[in-house]
């Protein structure tokens, strides 16, 4: 078996410490599969800046340019808040997503039974749900044209300006069918063809793309309605496929739904090695004091082994040790109540090891 090459980009404040804990998860889970992991520490954000005098530097480039995937923590924070904007932590993840060619950011949400309480929802409406949401990542408003300020009839105004191609719509409408075929089947299209034109291209192209697809049922839902919809009833939905803005905003909301940010991972894929991070900030106030959750850092690892290692057994199994760990009680600061185990970031990595 080939040896899969893996860059661990931990990034700032809390970012070691949940990729440590996350990569003995890793560690165990590959070694129960027998798969060949070879890990490659690499800078980023405000780590880069200290050590580089840039948030992405070539070495770093280089690694994650020739690897299989890459597990990012975090980054930013206030003690980069004075430098220039053109080298802010921040520049570090648009920087990975276009040498990469990550045009894709999937997001799950799920809400196990154990994990309801958690959830501002009612109970049994939020439940089971299990949503994953596929976001448009290098096209739309935040891509195109701009103007920061100018002048028309004596009147200062700015404007950004949404674009989406055939080609964009198509493909990112083709990796939510593929993801369906291995869930529920069902995907929801969400625009607001009643307003934008790019949203009646986007409808148009979704509804050509999906015909390719045998057993994958579309329908549409415009942006605020669904906004509303994951609140009303979350379980209805499957796979949700959008653009950059809607699913920016959309994809934070559901976020909610499972209670914890702490507890959700996400994926940036495209054409080459796929992008692998928790949802959550550095959180410099908390950083090394073993107080972060590393269950979204440690989901993301499932996701690294089922969308760019093709290992879905193994990424099942991390998925099934973080249910039985919550289960027993385990919790970090972030989720602890009284009458459950509190435990630390190192002890939450070891835990899930010791599950799989």
């Not at 299990?130 to 404007?159: H, M, N, P």
């Not at 069918?177 to 291209?201: F, I, M, P, Q, Y």
């Not at 914890?260 to 940036?268: D, E, H, Q, V």
């Amino acid at each position: 078996m080939s040896t899969r090459k893996v860059v661990v980009i931990p990034g700032d404040g809390i970012g070691t410490e949940i990729t440590e804990a996350a990569q003995v998860v890793l560690d165990k889970v590959a070694k129960k599969a027998g798969l060949k992991l070879e890990f490659s520490l690499a800078y980023a954000g405000g780590a880069a800046i200290d050590r580089n005098g840039v948030p992405l530097p070539e070495e770093t480039l280089s690694l994650v340019k020739n690897c299989d995937a890459v597990l990012l923590g975090a980054v930013g924070g206030p003690k980069w808040d004075s430098v220039s904007p053109d080298i802010r932590p921040e520049k570090a993840i648009l920087g990975l997503r276009k040498a990469l060619g990550l045009y894709a950011n999937l997001r799950p949400i799920r809400v196990s039974e154990i994990l309801t309480d958690y959830s501002p929802l009612k109970s049994e409406i939020v439940a089971g749900a299990d949503i994953l949401i596929v976001r448009e990542l290098t096209g739309g408003i935040y891509f195109g044209e701009k103007c920061e300020s100018e002048t028309a009839d004596g009147v200062e105004q700015a404007w950004d300006k949404e674009l989406y191609s055939v080609p964009e719509i198509s493909r990112i409408v083709r990796m939510a069918c593929e993801a369906a075929a291995k869930r529920k089947g069902r995907v929801t299209s969400v625009d607001k063809a009643n307003v934008l034109a790019s949203s009646r291209l986007w409808r148009r192209v979704a509804e050509g793309t999906v015909k390719n697809y045998a057993g994958i049922e579309l329908n549409h839902m415009y942006v605020d309605n669904c906004a509303m919809q994951l609140v009303l009833a979350p379980k209805k939905f499957d796979v949700i496929v959008t653009s950059n803005l809607f699913g920016d905003i959309l994809s934070d909301e559901a976020a909610v739904i499972a209670g914890s940010i702490g507890m959700i991972p996400s994926a940036s894929i495209g054409d080459g090695p796929g992008l692998y991070e928790p949802i959550h900030g550095s959180a410099p106030d908390i950083a090394g004091q073993g107080l972060a959750n590393p269950i979204g850092t440690i989901l993301s690892t499932a996701m690294l082994l089922r969308y760019s290692l093709n290992e879905l057994v193994a990424a099942d199994k991390i998925e099934q040790a973080v249910d039985k760990v919550l289960a027993k009680g385990y919790r970090t600061q972030d989720l602890y109540k009284a009458g459950l185990t509190k435990v630390s970031t190192e002890e939450m990595g070891r835990l899930v090891a010791e599950h799989i």
